[in-house]
C-alpha cells in the first residue's frame, strides 16, 4: 500500500502525528510520503502561510483566539467558508501531483489539505480513501465542511461534538491522537539521564513551549529559579524561537540547574529522564507526555483549541493547570511530593490516552483500501 501524508508548517503539532503515523505504515511493510501540500505551489507559500500563523501565535496569541471564535461562530451559519475557497486554489497543484504518482491512501492530519481535496471530490475528480486524523481534544472550525471518508478524533467525548458540528457519526472514529511509539516504549530514567548528561539523583523538571518556544518560558523558568529547592534541575525547551533561546542562553549561562534545549529529535528522551513535564497544552506534546506517563502541569494556553485541550486534561485527571506561573511552579512540586496524586495521575493518563493510535488508523486505512 502506497500511501500519501499532507500537513503543514502551522506548528509542530501537525507534523508530528504524521510523522506518528509513517512510522506505524513503515512498520507494517507500506510506503509512505510525507510533505508540507502547500510547497506544490512553492516553498514561498508554504513559508508565508506558516510565517503568518506562528507569528500571530507567538507576538498576538488573543488575536488568534479571537479569529478562532469567529470561525466558530462562522462555521455554524456558512455553507462554504473562505478557508475552503482559499484552498480549493490548491487544487490546480495537487490535482497533477496526484494524477503522477498514485496513492491507494491519503492521510491528513491538517485541515488545509481536507478542504483542497474536498473540492476536488465535488469537482468529480477520482481520489483513493482519504482520512482525517485531528490533533486537538475539541472540533476545530470547518472540519465540518469537508468530505472525508474517515475522521479520526482523540477521544469518545469528542464524538458527540463532531456530530453536532455536521460530520456523520459513522465516520467518526475515536482511535486517538498518533505519536511515535517511542513515547510508549520503557525505559530507564537513570539510562536516560545518563545519555543526557544530567545528575542522576536530581529532581528534573522538564519546561516546553512546543515547536515555537511560545508561552510564559521566561517566567516560568525566572520563578524556578527564584523559588529552587536543593537538588533541581530545569530542562527549558525553547523549539526552533531561535531568538528566545538565545536571550535565555546569554541569561542563565551561570545557571548549572538550568538545562537549555533548541529544536530538538529526542522529546522521548528527556521526557524519559525527567520527573515532571510542564507544557502549553499542545495536542500533540500533552498526548506525548500522557503516553509517557509523566506527571504534567498545564501553562498557559494558546486561546482556542489548546484551551480546550487544557479543560479535557484537567477533567480526566491528566494534568493539573493553575491560571498563574507562581502557582504552577507550587502546585507543580507540591504534586511531585504527593505520590498517591503522582500515581492516580499516570493512571488517569494510562486509562485515557492511546499509545498505539498509529497502529489502529493502518487497520482503519487498510480495511477502507482493501
Not at 505504515?25 to 513559508?47: I, N, P, R, W
Not at 527564584?226 to 526552533?240: A, D, L, S, W
Request: hydrophobic fraction near 40%; aromatic fraction near 8%.
Amino acid at each position: 500500500m502506497k500511501v500519501l501524508i499532507l500537513s503543514c508548517k502551522t506548528g509542530g503539532g501537525h507534523d508530528a502525528a504524521g510523522f506518528a503515523m509513517k512510522e506505524a505504515l513503515e512498520a507494517h511493510g507500506h510506503e509512505a510520503v510525507m510533505f508540507d501540500y502547500l510547497t506544490l505551489a512553492g516553498q514561498k507559500v508554504s513559508d508565508t502561510v506558516g510565517g503568518v500563523y506562528v507569528n500571530t501565535v507567538k507576538k498576538m496569541p488573543h488575536v488568534f483566539g479571537a479569529v478562532y471564535q469567529i470561525g466558530m461562530a462562522a462555521s455554524r451559519i456558512m455553507r462554504k467558508s473562505p478557508v475552503y475557497y482559499i484552498n480549493a486554489k490548491m487544487s490546480k497543484y495537487l490535482g497533477p501531483y496526484l494524477e503522477e504518482e498514485k496513492f491507494d491512501g491519503i492521510l491528513m492530519p491538517h485541515l488545509y489539505p481536507s478542504e483542497t481535496l474536498t473540492y476536488m471530490k465535488r469537482q468529480g475528480t477520482e481520489l483513493p480513501p482519504m482520512i482525517a486524523v485531528m490533533t486537538d481534544y475539541t472540533c476545530i472550525p470547518f472540519w465540518e465542511e469537508t468530505r472525508c471518508d474517515a475522521y479520526i478524533v482523540a477521544h469518545e467525548e469528542m464524538v458527540k461534538a463532531c456530530v453536532k458540528r455536521g460530520i456523520p457519526e459513522e465516520k467518526l472514529i475515536p482511535a486517538g491522537i498518533p505519536v511515535s511509539s517511542r513515547f510508549s516504549r520503557k525505559a530507564d530514567k537513570k539510562k536516560a539521564r545518563e545519555y543526557l548528561h544530567l545528575p542522576v539523583d536530581a529532581t528534573v523538571y522538564l519546561v516546553i513551549g512546543g515547536s515555537m518556544g511560545a508561552g510564559d518560558l521566561e517566567k516560568l523558568t525566572g520563578q524556578f529559579l527564584k523559588t529552587r529547592q536543593e537538588g533541581e534541575v530545569f530542562i527549558v525547551v525553547c523549539g526552533n524561537n531561535k531568538k528566545m533561546f538565545q536571550k535565555m542562553k546569554k541569561k542563565y549561562k551561570e545557571q548549572e540547574c538550568i538545562v537549555l534545549v533548541g529544536q530538538t529529535r529526542q522529546m522521548e528522551v528527556y521526557m524519559k529522564a525527567c520527573d515532571m513535564v510542564y507544557t502549553k497544552p499542545g495536542g500533540l506534546t500533552s498526548t506525548e507526555a500522557a503516553v509517557s506517563q509523566i506527571p504534567m502541569v498545564h501553562t498557559a494556553p494558546i486561546p482556542g483549541c489548546e484551551s480546550a485541550n487544557r479543560r479535557f486534561f484537567v477533567r480526566h485527571g491528566m494534568s493539573i493547570a493553575p491560571r498563574t506561573v507562581e502557582a504552577q511552579v507550587e502546585q507543580g512540586r507540591a504534586l511531585l511530593q504527593n505520590p498517591e496524586k503522582v500515581e492516580a495521575m499516570k493512571k488517569a493518563q494510562k486509562e485515557t490516552g492511546s499509545g498505539n493510535s498509529g497502529e489502529e488508523i493502518v487497520r482503519i486505512l487498510e480495511k477502507l483500501t482493501f
